[in-house]
């Protein structure tokens, strides 16, 4: 239960203090008036919507580039542990060289520092434990070794643009300001069509603001969790530990 309230935080509680005080406000000033709240789904709903389905392309590309980086790395460990002439000594050192390597890879991912350089170098001790060995390597062996690091770190390059760069901030910062306005403009609407002097019409009019607008922040902050998919902070967030070499390590 406590995985499902992951989407409620501090711009919760700020959009459910907007909606219970603009109601108290309209009725005490007595401010209605009539619009047509189309506006409101132009301004709010088509991009929010957008940034949805682009933090959700960027998940399923994410899943696609983890899968080829897992792919290629446990190809290389099959090409050098049925290498005939490589030493057992030796590729005990290739499989810790591309275990090291993947799990630093996956744990760079899960946190927000994008200083690349430690995976830099433990991707290029791959390439240069190849060269130490290539005598020991059959050259057929060895191109298709290099083929699949490139595969690495194609894989490496596209995963670690999804963690760097995010949906426009603009896009989003339009979209949490006009959540924030949407009470203001939407009560005075509410209070209008329900009636200002009904029976009952003012708790109905603090449920249907409330609830409008948990709703759209709510799909706001869906989309903030799964735009970055990889800090384990959110209900859809992909389970790196599955796209390791060992896993279960």
């Keep these: 239960m ?34 047509d709240l189309t506006l409101i789904s132009i301004a709010i709903i088509f991009p929010l919507v957008f940034a949805i389905r682009g933090a959700f392309r960027r998940r399923e590309k994410a899943l696609e580039h983890l899968s080829l980086y897992r792919g290629a ?17 030796a590729k005990e050192k290739s499989k ?18 994008t200083n690349t350089k430690d995976v830099d170098q433990k991707t290029e001790a791959i390439f240069a434990f190849v060269r130490e060995n290539e005598e020991s390597i059959q050259g057929g062996a060895r191109q298709k070794i290099f083929r699949f690091i490139r595969d690495v770190h194609i894989a490496q390059e596209n995963l670690l643009a999804i963690h760097t760069h995010r949906t426009p901030i603009s896009l989003k910062a339009y979209c ?6 949407f009470p203001i403009i939407y009560t005075p609407a509410v209070v209008n069509k329900i009636g200002l002097d009904e029976v009952g019409s003012e708790p109905l009019t603090y449920f249907i603001v409330m609830l409008s607008e948990f709703i759209l922040i709510s799909l706001y902050n869906i989309q903030d969790q799964m735009e970055y998919p990889f800090d384990k902070d959110g209900l859809d967030d992909i389970k790196l530990d599955e796209f390791k070499i060992k896993r279960g390590n």
């Design 96 to 113: 810790k060289l591309l275990i090291d390597l993947g799990d630093s890879f996956l744990d760079h991912l899960s946190q927000s520092d």
């Design 73 to 89: 790395l446990r190809t290389i460990e099959y090409f050098f542990v049925n290498s005939a002439n490589l030493s057992d000594e």
């Design 2 to 35: 406590i995985r499902y309230l992951s989407i409620i935080n501090h711009r919760t509680l700020i959009t459910l203090v907007l909606s219970f005080a603009l109601p108290f406000f309209a009725y005490k000033f007595r401010i209605v008036y009539n619009i």
């Design 176 to 181: 949490l300001i006009f959540i924030y306005l």
